[in-house]
């Protein structure tokens, strides 16, 4: 077995993009037992560096915006919708639980290839809310709909979505609240309902314009949760609250093509000594 193995080590190993190659070695070393290795081969194809709390917030709750590959990114609850999206080629993330039982799916294989997904795992939660937290959250969720302009039981209200990790929800009752839905080209400066855009790079500073009243360009609507994690702003209704529109960021585009790298110059040549004068130079000197 050992043997065996060695010889399809080194046939995966000689054409990593050798799919039959790559299935057959990860077979291999399911049936050895030895499934540590075959999750850190799926790690080096798929695993994405990236965080989901770094990724790009966008409008939809479960799905960001990744600006290195500048590709969606899903977040998916169970491993068939896993499954679906990942052989579809989309970007996913997932509850860091489930990647040991899908390296154990043979629909995926090793073989390296530039254009596959990434998987994104995620962190688990540190604990599951309890019965008591869930029925807190009926209730808090019940005082802020029956009093929507109460910053107090809004707040109470949020804390406890925190507390029982349901961050979905807080997000859409800021976007809710804050996001205005006209849309804008990328880079737009201003809004033709809202008017001109300020633009707003952290969570302190959106938290400081959207009490003033000002409309806000944001390109991470992210923002709206660390503020109101900061404790700096809430879903109770108001009557005219500061707008924030998500704006993307104009795309760079270069001009022509670009020149050739310049040959360097060769070194200048040495001086010619002087010619020795002939026979009419040395009979008459040098003429003028």
Known sequence: MDDELLRLARAAADDPRDEQAARAYDAALRRAGRREEVYERFKLKFECPKKWDELEATPGRDARHCEECQKEVRWVRNEQEFMKLAEAGQCVAFDTRSFESVVENDKLNTA?????????????????????????????RDAAASSPADETEARAYEEQLLRVGDESTLHDRLVRKFKCDTPLPPGATECPMCGPLVAARTADELA??????????????????QAAKARKIHGATQERPGR????????????GVPAPPRRPEPPPRPPEPPAKPGLFGRLFGPTS
């Open 112 to 140: 390296r290839d530039e254009n596959a997904p990434c998987l994104l795992p995620a962190p688990v939660p540190r604990r599951w809310p309890s019965k008591g937290d869930w029925a807190e959250l009926v209730r808090r």
């Open 244 to 255: 924030v529109h998500w704006v993307m960021p104009r795309p760079v585009v270069t001009m």
């Open 208 to 225: 400081t314009r959207v009490l003033a009243n000002e409309s806000i360009a944001v390109t991470n609507l992210a923002l709206l949760d």
